[in-house]
């Protein structure tokens, strides 16, 4: 499957719509783990592009009247093992998020002053740490204060809401070292204390922080930047679900709702595919592939030399090693790739489109119409356009398979059949004939040559008007 691990399989016969539906499911089980952002700024002095490369680790909010569920499987883990992933830091420091119907949520709750914990390891926490409160404050004087340790994440703003809700005169404030400060005061100097503006439990500074991510993920909306990625249709859905709103049932609402996010898209993967057939490109299937082949110099020559792409200082790690499917690696080769196909295109468009240090709007211009254009892994579209109309896919004739005396024939068992010779997606289309699909041509060719005088498979290629069932019942 072209989507390892995502719970799905997809099939040529998909429309984009079909594909959306198979993809929510998906998206709505599984969380994200990580995240990588890369950007890049060109230095008015020197031709290079300076690159800022960040890696998130995220988990879904905890904080809130709602545990998350999400799914993990078995070959998922294995894979993050074997390329290094931190599970601890995922589990432990990740950044909280949220969308917006989950804050709505939060934010009524915390109005109502009816927010509570929902993690039972959370509970444990909080008990130990109201425990050693309740056993400390019988005894100590306006005033005193003592000092919990040990604390992480959450546990920080969920121990002070809990204090403060218990318990009248007592006062917290968060510590560096993972550390809160509990005071014991009156209730009039604790009044005070709530209305001030040093009070880090202020609703606001809640939400802010419930937020986690999601506050970077506005600030990308509102700046209006290209957004750039690689094979990228299932990351706008996991955005989309995740940090602004839950996936619509309806597919044109969700590109609508894209388009609005980031009127500007470009899927790396679009590129590099035109680039493969307009500069003989070698195929490649992956993204540090496509990176390899655009870093040798035997595709441009005699042209000017590639964009110089410098990482920033404090982002030297990647530089130095590489790390495949890392988030902000992936981000780093994603951004490079693109810089270097638009470089290419540039230079292969006319002799003097291009000057010794061409800008980022001339890159723009050549990839105007791979713009907005989303890479659709084998469906019924080659991409999907997130500003107009989708264009359909020029596939290979579709072939009938019409059965003669072979009673019973299952759709698995015509599977097996077939599977040596080429691949192919296949649906019934009545009792005793199945329609296959395949995305080359030569595949096609081979199967109406070997099964010309098979003695109960009959293969032909697929004509609407004489194979379609509801076309010949209305001729009937």
Request: charged residues 20%.
């Amino acid at each position: 499957s072209p989507f390892p691990n995502s719970g799905f399989v997809p099939s040529l016969f998909d429309s984009p719509a079909e594909r959306y539906v198979k993809a929510r499911q998906s998206v709505q089980r599984f969380t994200l783990v990580q995240l990588g952002k890369c950007c890049s700024d060109m230095e008015s002095d020197l031709p290079r592009y300076v690159v800022h490369s960040y890696n998130f680790f995220l988990f879904p909010s905890t904080l809130g009247i709602r545990d998350v569920e999400f799914t993990l499987s078995a070959s998922s883990i294995q894979f993050l093992s074997h390329y290094g992933f931190d599970f601890n830091k995922f589990l432990k420091d990740g950044i909280p998020y949220m969308n917006e119907v989950q804050e709505k949520i939060l934010r009524q709750h915390l109005l109502a002053g009816t927010w509570k914990v929902c993690s039972n390891a959370d509970r444990d926490v909080l008990k130990k740490a109201i425990d050693e409160v309740t056993s400390w404050i019988a005894a100590a004087k306006e005033e005193d204060t003592m000092i919990l340790q040990d604390l992480n994440g959450y546990h920080m703003l969920d121990i002070q809401l809990v204090l403060r809700q218990a318990l009248e005169n007592v006062w917290t404030e968060p510590l560096g070292d993972n550390k809160v400060k509990v005071k014991k005061v009156s209730p009039e100097h604790r009044q005070l204390l709530e209305n001030s503006s040093y009070d880090h439990c202020q609703k606001k500074l809640i939400l802010l922080s419930a937020r986690g991510f999601t506050n970077l993920f506005q600030i990308l909306v509102r700046a209006k930047k290209p957004l750039v990625g690689h094979n990228m249709l299932m990351d706008l859905m996991h955005l989309h679900d995740k940090f602004y709103r839950p996936l619509p049932e309806s597919y044109e609402e969700f590109k609508r709702n894209i388009h609005n996010l980031f009127p500007v898209i470009i899927d790396t993967k679009t590129v590099t595919k035109y680039v493969q057939k307009k500069c003989l490109f070698p195929r490649v299937s992956s993204l540090f592939e496509a990176y390899a082949v655009l870093c040798s110099s035997s595709l441009n020559p005699k042209g000017p030399p590639c964009p110089v792409i410098a990482l920033a200082s404090g982002c030297s790690r990647y530089a130095e090693k590489k790390f495949p499917h890392e988030a902000g690696y992936d981000a780093f080769l994603c951004g490079s790739v693109l810089l270097m196909s638009a470089h290419l295109l540039l230079c292969r468009s006319t002799d003097d489109a291009a000057g010794a240090d061409p800008s980022f709007s001339q890159y723009l211009t050549v990839l105007a119409e791979h713009v907005n254009k989303v890479n659709f892994i084998r469906g019924g579209v080659s991409s999907i356009n997130f500003s107009g109309e989708d264009a359909p896919c020029r596939h290979p004739p579709a072939l009938v398979v019409h059965v003669r005396g072979w009673a019973g024939l299952t759709e698995r068992q015509i599977y097996q059949e077939f599977k040596a010779h080429c691949s192919f997606d296949m649906r019934r289309l009545s009792k005793n004939q199945f329609i296959l699909l395949s995305n080359k041509y030569k595949h096609v060719r081979l199967l109406l040559r070997d099964y010309r005088h098979h003695p109960h498979l009959q293969v032909s290629v697929y004509r609407r008007w004489r194979h379609s069932p509801s076309v010949n019942c209305l001729l009937q």
